[in-house]
């Protein structure tokens, strides 16, 4: 860690990266830049979510060659947990209609194959 806009960690702090997931690179001559998100947890236990970016020195340009990082920029926010009540508050609205008419179209099949049933 070099440098913590709000102060959670000390310069030098290291972390243990979990679930790092590469979802964009872009292969170049002698420098690539890679793009992830995961998760860490700090000293103190607490889930983070993160998102970097990588430039990465390639040997002669050749992909099969040890690869040097020359920076890492990462960007990372405590892991929101979100309760039911935030969940329902903010997107209940939106699917509060979808489920109403799945309900009632699976109450209408379920009716129309019990009375198949019964005959």
Request: proline share 6%; aromatic share 10%.
């Amino acid at each position: 860690m070099l440098y913590d806009s709000e102060g959670h960690f000390q310069e030098g702090d290291n972390f243990e990266v979990q679930n790092y997931d590469p979802r964009f690179e872009t292969p170049r001559e002698r420098i690539n830049v890679q793009i992830g998100a995961g998760v860490f947890r700090d000293k103190n236990d607490k889930e983070w979510a993160f998102a970097v970016q990588r430039f990465i020195v390639r040997d002669n340009g050749r992909a099969d060659q040890l690869t040097v990082p020359l920076l890492e920029v990462l960007i990372a926010s405590p892991r929101p947990k979100p309760t039911l009540r935030y969940l329902l508050d903010e997107y209940g609205g939106t699917i509060f209609m979808p489920l109403c008419q799945a309900g009632f179209v699976g109450m209408l099949i379920a009716m129309l194959l019990s009375l198949l049933a019964l005959r």
